[in-house]
């Protein structure tokens, strides 16, 4: 398949991004940190290369998709949006048509979401966002639970873990692919066999719970 060369961003929003938007991420749980920011940004761009799109759009979208995190995990897309439409930088850079489609965007990538996303910039940043590496999902899904359910022991967070990955990545889960040019439909397959699997999903697990439990 013929893939156009990936488009940059301007190098000013993204100085602005690194200097006021990047940095919130630090103060979330390590599974939403600043890791997680620029492995969606770089997703979203390399998926862009696809697609007729403004880039600087897609990477704002994709720079703001969890800032309302900040207000509690229930609503964050909801108040990502709105940190996005608000942000004076931002205003000024985009028009209100595209601000609207923006923030769309930001308010339709989360997983669990009960429609698909309205355009293609939603659908590339919540495909960006599902990054399906077995091993990130399996690490990101225990900082989370480390981070939100200290009172668990290993088997408690085992059993959470396990909850979650069946629910969102096995057969039937809640999770949606948006991207035909993007891979992880054949990572998704990797997933679900290990699901399948519960010697080796027991084994990723703990080497992953005791490497995060460490280091906490």
Same mark, same amino acid.
């Given at each position: 398949?013929?893939?156009?060369?990936?488009?940059?961003?301007?190098?000013?929003?993204?100085?602005?991004?690194?200097?006021?938007?990047?940095?919130?991420?630090?103060?979330?749980?390590?599974?939403?940190?600043?890791?997680?920011?620029?492995?969606?940004?770089?997703?979203?761009?390399?998926?862009?290369?696809?697609?007729?799109?403004d880039i600087n759009m897609v990477y704002a979208i994709a720079a703001y998709h969890d800032t309302?995190? &900040?207000? *509690?995990?229930?609503?964050?897309?909801?108040? !990502?949006?709105?940190?996005? %439409?608000?942000?004076? +930088?931002?205003? @000024?850079?985009?028009?209100?048509?595209?601000?609207?489609?923006?923030?769309?965007?930001?308010?339709?990538?989360?997983?669990?979401?009960?429609?698909?996303?309205?355009?293609?910039?939603?659908?590339?940043?919540?495909?960006?966002?599902?990054?399906?590496?077995?091993?990130?999902?399996?690490?990101?899904?225990?900082?989370?639970?480390?981070?939100?359910?200290?009172?668990?022991?290993?088997?408690?967070?085992?059993?959470?873990?396990?909850?979650?990955?069946?629910?969102?990545? &096995?057969? *039937?889960?809640?999770?949606?692919?948006?991207? !035909?040019?993007?891979?992880? %439909?054949?990572?998704? +397959?990797?997933? @679900?066999?290990?699901?399948?699997?519960?010697?080796?999903?027991?084994?990723?697990?703990?080497?992953?719970?005791?490497?995060?439990?460490?280091?906490?």
């Amino acid at each position: 398949m013929y893939l156009r060369r990936m488009k940059r961003p301007d190098p000013s929003l993204v100085a602005y991004a690194e200097a006021e938007i990047i940095p919130r991420y630090e103060h979330f749980d390590r599974a939403h940190g600043t890791d997680h920011v620029r492995t969606v940004i770089a997703q979203s761009l390399a998926l862009a290369a696809h697609y007729d799109v403004d880039i600087n759009m897609v990477y704002a979208i994709a720079a703001y998709h969890d800032t309302g995190l &900040a207000y *509690g995990r229930e609503r964050h897309h909801i108040d !990502a949006g709105r940190i996005l %439409a608000e942000d004076a +930088e931002v205003r @000024r850079r985009f028009t209100g048509e595209q601000l609207e489609v923006m923030r769309e965007a930001v308010e339709d990538h989360r997983a669990s979401s009960d429609h698909a996303p309205r355009t293609v910039y939603g659908r590339i940043v919540a495909e960006a966002d599902r990054v399906i590496d077995p091993a990130t999902i399996i690490r990101r899904t225990v900082q989370y639970g480390l981070a939100n359910y200290p009172a668990l022991d290993r088997e408690g967070h085992y059993a959470r873990c396990l909850d979650h990955l069946q629910k969102k990545y &096995a057969e *039937g889960g809640y999770l949606r692919l948006w991207i !035909a040019e993007s891979d992880n %439909a054949r990572r998704l +397959e990797e997933l @679900r066999a290990i699901i399948r699997d519960p010697q080796r999903l027991r084994k990723l697990f703990d080497e992953t719970f005791d490497a995060e439990a460490a280091s906490e």
